[in-house]
Nanobody, 126 residues
């Protein structure tokens, strides 16, 4: 059984930084992707960043490129999202998710992800 647990959310001022962590257990396949999605007030869940577990290739939403960095610690089954230069529009619940059989064409599609964490709130406000 796959279990994902996020942490690191909180309240931060515009321009500030947060580092999110997601620890995974029960992963049984190697060809999977692990990443972050978010859902802001009145918005649909949207792709933020994802990393392919074995190869380490990363993909980002255009609006976060240069500000966010996704990385992984394979030994600890943990993925991180370093968020710098945060903006009010980044305010959302951030979810960690896993796609056990990720392919490039759908790696940004939340509907392809099978396992989800509970979410961690990120609020960017003065």
């Amino acid at each position: 059984q796959v279990q994902l647990g996020e942490s690191g959310g909180g309240l931060v001022q515009p321009g500030g930084s947060l580092r999110l962590s997601c620890a995974a257990s029960g992963i049984t396949v190697s060809n999977y992707a692990m990443g972050w999605f978010r859902q802001g007030p009145g918005k649909e869940r949207e792709f933020v960043a994802v990393i392919r577990w074995n190869g380490g290739h990363t993909y980002y939403r255009e609006s976060v490129k240069g500000r966010f960095t996704i990385s992984r610690d394979r030994a600890k089954n943990t993925v991180f999202l370093q968020m710098n230069g945060l903006k009010p529009e980044d305010t959302a619940v951030y979810y960690c998710a896993v796609d056990p059989g990720a392919i490039l064409s759908t790696i940004r599609d939340p509907n392809q992800y099978e396992y989800w964490g509970q979410g961690t709130q990120v609020t960017v406000s003065s």
